[in-house]
């Protein structure tokens, strides 16, 4: 049954006509993903995952992303990983079943439509496992 109450699809964070990252969420996580840049060695990408701020980059660059997130989350299970050219950054909610709007703040809100159905998904998710 989780299987059905997975994320549909992700959501897609554009600015100025390219795609930032994807991101989907569950009752208990918010998932960003970040297509990696070709021909740059996997170990020179990097990660900070703070209670309320991201920074992803290229080390001897300025920063990719460096916002601030749209709510707290627990930094000692959160985490990130390279898969398949893209980064994986897994950011655990302080507070289970808060719905987010975006993972960052100000940047790529769902629209309410998208917002209304994130929210029943992720209620029906919480109903199903209780």
Same mark, same amino acid.
Not at 70 to 96: A, C, Y
């Given at each position: 049954?989780? +299987?059905? &109450? ?8 554009? $600015?100025?006509?390219?795609?930032? /990252?994807?991101?989907?969420? =569950? &009752? %208990?996580?918010?998932?960003? !993903?970040? %297509?990696?840049?070709?021909? #740059?060695?996997?170990? @020179? /990408? ?6 309320? $701020?991201? +920074? #992803?980059?290229?080390?001897?660059? *300025?920063? !990719? &992303?460096? $916002?601030?997130?749209? $709510? *707290? ?5 959160? /985490?990130? =990983?390279?898969?398949?050219? %893209?980064?994986?950054?897994? @950011? ?19 629209? *309410? !439509?998208?917002?209304?159905? +994130?929210?029943?998904? &992720? ?6 496992? %209780?």
């Amino acid at each position: 049954m989780a +299987e059905k &109450l997975a994320p549909e699809k992700r959501h897609t964070f554009v $600015h100025n006509g390219q795609k930032v /990252f994807e991101w989907d969420q =569950t &009752l %208990e996580e918010v998932n960003m !993903y970040i %297509e990696l840049p070709k021909g #740059v060695p996997t170990k @020179l /990408f990097h990660c900070t995952i703070q209670a309320s $701020h991201v +920074e #992803v980059g290229i080390r001897g660059n *300025p920063p !990719y &992303l460096n $916002h601030d997130l749209t $709510h *707290p989350v627990k930094t000692d299970s959160s /985490f990130w =990983t390279i898969e398949d050219g %893209e980064m994986h950054i897994t @950011l655990q909610k302080r507070e289970n079943g808060k719905t987010w709007s975006s993972p960052i703040q100000g940047q790529g809100i769902l629209d *309410p !439509y998208a917002a209304d159905q +994130e929210q029943k998904r &992720l209620m029906l998710q919480r109903f199903q496992e %209780e």
